[in-house]
């Protein structure tokens, strides 16, 4: 059970894409956040709904508002959120 809407959910999920690209992967974002990497994974992939604990963590280990994440503005919505890459970065993206 979750305190979550679905689509809150799906905009932590979001967050937590983009920071395993700039982060380096799932262990590294994991361990950051201070949550099993396979905990992390499942929420990603929709196995498991994503807590309001996660979402905090992604928000404070993101730097930015709570707000931003639950809401979609985080990550920007001109950066890709499986490489973290800009628009000025690759024209195929």
Same mark, same amino acid.
């Given at each position: ?10 905009n932590? $999920?979001? &967050? !937590? *894409?983009f !920071? %395993?690209? $700039? ?8 361990? @950051? !956040? *201070? =949550?099993? *990497? ?6 990603? /992939?929709?196995? +498991?709904?994503?807590? @309001? $604990? !996660? /979402? =905090? %963590?992604?928000? %404070?280990?993101?730097?930015? &508002?709570?707000? +931003?994440?639950? +809401?979609?503005?985080?990550?920007? &919505? ?6 973290? %890459?800009?628009?000025?970065? +690759?024209?195929?993206?």
């Amino acid at each position: 059970m979750t305190d979550l809407t679905p689509e809150e959910q799906a905009n932590v $999920r979001l &967050a !937590l *894409r983009f !920071l %395993r690209a $700039r982060g380096g992967g799932w262990t590294l974002v994991a361990k @950051a !956040l *201070r =949550f099993e *990497r396979a905990t992390v994974q499942n929420a990603v /992939a929709g196995g +498991d709904s994503v807590s @309001a $604990r !996660l /979402a =905090f %963590r992604v928000a %404070r280990l993101a730097g930015v &508002a709570l707000e +931003d994440v639950l +809401d979609g503005t985080y990550p920007p &919505a001109d950066v890709c959120p499986h490489c973290g %890459r800009g628009p000025e970065s +690759d024209a195929l993206h």
